[in-house]
C-alpha cells in the first residue's frame, strides 16, 4: 500500500499570513498519462471533507485561488495564501493513484 | 442543488449485519465512479471502497474485503454499502462520495 505521511503546521497561524502543508508519498504518483494522482481535501469542524485540488495542482470548482497545490512525483505542498478563519480544520491529502486508496493522517491548522 | 444523503446507519452488534445507501440528486449519477469513506470517532479519513460508473468494477481495503459489498443503481440514482460480520473497529461515520460530492455522512456503531 502507498504510505502517505503529512507534516505538522506551527500552530496557530496568523491571519493574513501564509501556511504551507507538506504530504510525502511513499510512491511515485505520476501515472502513465503524466497525472500526478494526489488529492487535497479540508475537513471544517462538524463538516464533511471538501476537495480542495485534484491532479495535484488543479483547484476544484469554486476553491479560491489562495489554495495551491504543486509538488513532484513524491512530495507535495499544499500552500495557503492569506489565510482566514474560515480555513481553520483539518487538511489530508489522498492518493488515487492505485488501491487501496490512502489518506495521510491530516494536518490540523488553527488561526490566530 | 448536488445532493447525496445517506441512510441506514444504527447500533448493531458485532457479527450483525447493516445496509447502507447513499441517495444522489442534482447530478448525473451514472458518469461518477462513488466510493465510501469512513471515519472512526476522533480518527482521520480511511477509503473502504469504489464503484465504477457501470458497477463492473469494485475495490475494497483489505480489512472489509469479503464482508462488506458496494453496489449501485444507476436507474434510482443510489448507492449502497452491504456490511457483514461487523466488527467493532468498523465504528465510524460512513460518508458516500464522488471526491467532488460528499453526503453528510451517517454513523454506524458496532457493539454489543
Known amino acids: 500500500d502507498i504510505v502517505m505521511t503529512q507534516g505538522v503546521l506551527p500552530n496557530p497561524v496568523p491571519s493574513g499570513e501564509s501556511a504551507s502543508i507538506t504530504c510525502r508519498s511513499s510512491?511515485?504518483?505520476?501515472?502513465?498519462?503524466?497525472?500526478?494522482?494526489l488529492n487535497w481535501f479540508l475537513q471544517r469542524p462538524g463538516q464533511s471533507p471538501q476537495l480542495l485540488t485534484y491532479?495535484?495542482?488543479t483547484r476544484a470548482s469554486g476553491v479560491s485561488d489562495r489554495f495551491s497545490g504543486s509538488g513532484s512525483g513524491t512530495y507535495f505542498t499544499l500552500k495557503i495564501s492569506r489565510v482566514r478563519a474560515e480555513d481553520a480544520g483539518v487538511y489530508y491529502c489522498?492518493?488515487?493513484?492505485?488501491?487501496?486508496?490512502?489518506f495521510g493522517s491530516g494536518t490540523k491548522l488553527e488561526i490566530k | 442543488e448536488v445532493q447525496l444523503v445517506e441512510s441506514g446507519g444504527v447500533l448493531v452488534q458485532p457479527g450483525r449485519s447493516m445496509k447502507l445507501s447513499c441517495a444522489a440528486s442534482g447530478f448525473t449519477f451514472s458518469s461518477f465512479p462513488m466510493a465510501w469513506v469512513r471515519q472512526a470517532p476522533t480518527k482521520g479519513l480511511e477509503w473502504v471502497a469504489t464503484i465504477s460508473t457501470s458497477g463492473g468494477s469494485t475495490y475494497y481495503r483489505d480489512s472489509v474485503k469479503g464482508r462488506f459489498t458496494i453496489s449501485r443503481d444507476n436507474a434510482k440514482s443510489t448507492l449502497y454499502l452491504q456490511m457483514d460480520s461487523l466488527r467493532s473497529e468498523d465504528t465510524a461515520t460512513y460518508y458516500c462520495?464522488?471526491?467532488?460530492?460528499w453526503g453528510q455522512g451517517v454513523m454506524v456503531t458496532v457493539s454489543s
Open positions: 489522498q492518493q488515487v493513484r492505485e488501491y487501496p486508496l490512502t
Open positions: 491532479w495535484m495542482s
Open positions: 510512491k511515485s504518483l505520476v501515472y502513465k498519462d503524466g497525472k500526478t494522482y
Open positions: 462520495t464522488t471526491d467532488y460530492y
